[in-house]
C-alpha cells in the first residue's frame, strides 16, 4: 500500500520566511496555506521550494510568490557567489 504524502511541505518549520521576514505578520498564514500546507500543488506554485530543489538552498529574502523567475533567481545566486 502506497503512503499517503504529507501536505506540509518538509521544509516549513525551518523555512526562514515564517522564522525571518514575514514572523508574526497578517501574511504569514496565507502564505503557509497557499504555499505550504497545500501539498504537491502548493510547492509546485512555491518559488522557494522550486529553486532549493534545484539549488539545495534559497536566498532567505525570497518569497513563495516571487515575481522573478526561478531561472532569474539561480542566475541571481550565481552572480552573488551564492553557487558554484
Known sequence: MKQM???????TPKCPIFNGILKGTQ???TYKNLYCLAGLEG??????FQISEKCGKC????LPNSSKSVD?????????????
Not at 5 to 11: A, D, H, I, V, Y
Not at 43 to 48: A, D, E
Not at 72 to 84: A, N, Q, R, T
Request: proline share 9%; charged share 40%; with cysteine.
Open 5 to 11: 504524502e504529507s501536505l506540509e511541505c518538509p521544509k
Open 59 to 62: 536566498p532567505p529574502d525570497i
Open 72 to 84: 532569474e533567481i539561480i542566475d541571481s545566486m550565481k552572480k552573488s557567489g551564492m553557487l558554484d
Open 27 to 29: 501574511f504569514t498564514e
Open 43 to 48: 510547492r509546485s506554485k512555491c518559488k522557494r
